[in-house]
């Protein structure tokens, strides 16, 4: 990123919130909440086959210091209507804080796990983690960030507004040729007149005194799921526990996407120790490579400040239905090396299909699919055939699910 420094800020919200979150070097954050819609106005949920538009949001921080655009709190729901797709893919940019685009200082594209229901609506955390220089925006500037959801066309996707907007010009529509127009002019129609922002919220951060004591914070595999405890030694105005889950991360570990699981109401202001615990029933659907989840916490006082906590990590088992899956080797995959192989293991006969698919949810081939006895087997993955990118092996087994991912490099 090429517009900053370092800051103590963070700012920022777009569709149900774009929260932007600064990295203070380890030390505690407090944040304040800027609200960048018209809190009075009536939600409107924009619904879009996929490919959606590319939305915009123009973020001014109006404090006399920087803010680092560190990650986007996003919300938007996903009806699945092509189960072939596994995933769904989330693309963000964050740009110049003048439009059209001119120049992109940087992007990042995600796999969005289903996460069942007719309208999965959720949050997610779009994370940010700048080597120096930070993306810094300077005191006084803007910023944009925009987003569209990628997808198969019979997906529908729910952006999330408020009408009548509290300033139009803010939320945009960025065409395919650079200009813009706003959210309001997009939506006009005969049924829909009024004007509207997308739904945004926004926090700037600076280091203080965590408001919570979290003594311990730990996941644990039990029942096919994954069950998060923590405890509290003290608490000063604890509204709760905001539960995020690692959806994708780069490579690089520059980018990461976090999604809102759920809610844990908190004990308020308390002297003694609390214990909390919460449960993800799906934690299969986003384990790395190596089988682990990574899940934290993000503590929201009654004023709106916020804390995160350490990361904790799950570690699932490689198994469900009767046969595990065992990780590709090796990985990453380069061409030099061959053929690649993933191992699976039956403890009675079954039929087993096992595909591939890219990070857009494109099913990209078959690597082996019928009857096999019980017992260790095995099926090859060809590099040669495959362009640079992430991949996820998926093995399916009557209703069961395993999965691993791949990388090809360049």
């Known amino acids: 990123m090429m517009l900053l420094s370092r800051t103590l800020g963070r700012t920022i919200a777009v569709t149900a919130a774009f929260l932007v979150l600064a990295s203070s ?7 304040e909440s800027l609200q960048y819609y018209n809190p009075s106005g009536a939600e409107h949920v924009y619904t879009s086959a996929l490919p959606t ?19 986007a709190l996003i919300g938007f729901g996903i009806q699945k209507n092509n189960t072939a797709f596994i995933y769904d893919t989330l693309e963000v ?11 992109i200082l940087d992007s990042y594209v995600a796999g969005i796990p289903a996460t069942g229901g007719q309208v999965p609506d ?8 700048f080597t120096p220089p930070m993306a810094t925006i300077p005191a006084g500037r803007s910023f944009w960030i925009a987003w569209r959801l990628r997808g198969p066309a019979v997906d529908v996707a729910r952006i999330l507004m408020r009408k009548p907007a509290a300033n139009p010009s803010r939320s945009v529509v960025i065409n395919p040729n650079g200009t813009t127009q706003t959210v309001t002019q997009f939506l006009a129609s005969s049924t829909f007149q009024d004007s509207v922002d997308l739904y945004a919220e926004a926090h700037v951060c600076y280091p203080g005194a965590p408001p919570v004591e979290l003594v311990s914070f730990r996941a644990r595999w039990e029942n096919e799921q994954g069950v998060l405890e923590w405890n509290t030694a003290t608490e000063t105005n604890n509204l709760g526990f905001e539960v995020q889950r690692l959806a994708d991360r780069s ?16 004990s ?7 214990t909390y615990r919460f449960v993800d029933a799906q934690p299969r659907v986003v384990m790395d490579e190596h089988g682990i989840v990574r899940y934290r916490l993000c503590q929201v006082d009654y004023d709106g400040t916020v804390t995160h906590s350490p990361v904790a990590e799950l570690h699932v088992p490689f198994t469900a ?16 090396d061959g053929i690649g192989r993933t191992v699976f293991t039956l403890a009675s006969p079954r039929h087993v299909r096992i595909d591939l698919y890219d990070v857009l949810g494109r099913h990209v081939g078959l690597l082996c699919e019928g009857d096999f006895p019980a017992g260790v087997h095995e099926a090859a993955i060809d590099p040669k055939t495959l362009a640079p990118g992430s991949y996820l092996v998926v ?9 691993r991912r791949v990388c090809i490099p360049d």
């Not at 070097?25 to 944040?31: E, K």
Request: charged residues 25%; positive net charge.
């Open 251 to 266: 490579r690089d570990g520059r980018f990461a996407v976090w999604q809102r699981l759920g809610f844990v109401p908190g």
């Open 321 to 336: 239905g009767g046969c595990t899956l065992e990780a590709v080797r090796p990985n990453p995959l380069r061409r030099a």
């Open 93 to 103: 940019r964050v740009l110049r804080d003048t439009l059209p685009m001119i120049q």
């Open 122 to 129: 959720t949050y997610w955390v779009v994370e940010f983690d």
């Open 25 to 31: 070097g380890g030390r505690s954050q407090v944040c």
């Open 395 to 403: 093995l399916a087994v009557d209703d069961a699910r395993l999965s």
């Open 53 to 71: 538009v590319w939305w915009g949001l123009r973020v001014s921080p109006t404090l006399p210091f920087a803010a680092t655009v560190d990650s």
């Open 268 to 274: 308020g202001t308390s002297t003694s120790e609390r």
